[in-house]
T-cell receptor, first 114, second 114 residues
Framework: EADIYQTPRYLVIGTGKKITLECSQT?????MYWYQQDPGMELHLIHY???????EKGDLSSESTVSRIRTEHFPLTLESARPSHTSQYLC?????????????FGPGTRLTVL | KNQVEQSPQSLIILEGKNCTLQ??????????LRWYKQDTGRGPVSLTI?????NTKSNGRYTATLDADTKQSSLHITASQLSDSASYIC?????????????FGRGTQLTVWP
């Protein structure tokens, strides 16, 4: 069982609200990721980080932002939520291990924007 | 275009039966291929990882095969159990380094009936 945690697990909010999805890991991994996943669809990378003070945008354009002030913490923020942001958000981390970069996933946050 | 295609999209089998899930990819250059299991409402969990030189890898009742020439992989589940009901995701990495990216399939939704 991976030591990576996400809160909240479920969130229902109204349009225009600011939200922060929390992700933390206790494995000391440098690399962390945020994915977006819709039902029956593949995971899409929206943000990643190689370490403290490093953040990069992923393959899928997202209006969210991330920060990496501490190794173990990688929160995702939406300044003004919209119904199009309704989705499952998965956080992951991995070791700096060339050739076998297995990612460990958190349980996910199911976000619904009304 | 780098892609990962999985089949079937969904599968229903009876408890105790065997099944095989397929994954075809066009990712190049190829670094490694992973199979993940994702329970409903949870994050994916790694089952196996195979590099170019490996053509089979087992993890309990799960056996993955890889044919790097034809760019095909399969995941065979033996003596299925109710707890095997989940989505099985094929993930291909294009290089084993910090510059590598992952390509996700949409998954095969497996349901095991008693």
């Amino acid at each position: 069982e991976a030591d990576i945690y996400q809160t909240p697990r479920y969130l229902v909010i109204g349009t225009g609200k600011k939200i922060t999805l929390e992700c933390s890991q206790t494995m000391g991994h440098d690399k962390m990721y945020w994915y977006q996943q819709d039902p029956g669809m593949e995971l899409h990378l929206i943000h990643y980080s190689y370490g403290v003070n490093s953040t990069e945008k992923g393959d899928l354009s997202s209006e969210s932002t991330v920060s990496r002030i501490r190794t173990e913490h990688f929160p995702l923020t939406l300044e003004s939520a919209r119904p199009s942001h309704t989705s499952q958000y998965l956080c992951a981390s991995s070791e700096e291990d060339r050739g076998s970069d297995t990612q460990y996933f958190g349980p996910g946050t199911r976000l619904t924007v009304l | 275009k780098n892609q990962v295609e999985q089949s079937p999209q969904s599968l229903i089998i009876l408890e105790g039966k065997n099944c095989t899930l397929q994954c075809n990819y066009t990712v190049s250059p190829f670094s490694n291929l992973r199979w993940y299991k994702q329970d409903t409402g949870r994050g994916p969990v790694s089952l196996t990882i195979m590099t170019f030189s490996e053509n089979t890898k087992s993890n309990g009742r799960y056996t993955a095969t890889l044919d790097a020439d034809t760019k095909q992989s399969s995941l065979h589940i033996t003596a299925s159990q109710l707890s095997d009901s989940a989505s099985y995701i094929c993930v291909v990495s294009d290089r084993g380094s910090t510059l590598g990216r992952l390509y996700f399939g949409r998954g095969t939704q497996l349901t095991v009936w008693p």
